[in-house]
Nanobody, 121 residues
Framework: QVQLVESGGGLVQPGGSLRLSCTAS????????MGWYRRAPGKQRELVAT???????NYADSVKGRFTISRDNAKNTVYLQMNNLKPEDTAVYYC???????????????WGQGTQVTVSS
């Protein structure tokens, strides 16, 4: 069974930094795109950043220049480096990955359990 496990959330002051990690484990044949989404209190889930299997990133306008997405294919891990954090970045952050499980012909989207990021003084 495939699962995604996130880590790295926490409480940080405005202007600070955090690095989120998300590792896929289980019976995996291949991983295509990976990404990060977030859901702030009272708001809908929104895209933060995605990265293709080849390493091409894409960012929401609200995080461009502050956040960097990267991945380590050997470790089945995607990262989100968040700098110059703002109170409006406060949210639960979820990673996802498009994975073809071993023995399957299909690519399925898997989600992590979420990690809380709180930006406050």
């Amino acid at each position: 069974q495939v699962q995604l496990v996130e880590s790295g959330g926490g409480l940080v002051q405005p202007g600070g930094s955090l690095r989120l990690s998300c590792t896929a484990s289980g019976s995996i044949f291949s991983i295509n795109g990976m990404g990060w989404y977030r859901r702030a209190p009272g708001k809908q889930r929104e895209l933060v950043a995605t990265i293709t299997s080849g390493g091409t990133p894409n960012y929401a306008d609200s995080v461009k220049g502050r956040f960097t997405i990267s991945r380590d294919n050997a470790k089945n891990t995607v990262y989100l480096q968040m700098n110059n954090l703002k109170p409006e970045d406060t949210a639960v952050y979820y990673c996802n990955a498009d994975i073809r499980p071993s023995g399957s012909y299909y690519v399925l989207r898997y989600w992590g359990q979420g990690t809380q990021v709180t930006v406050s003084s």
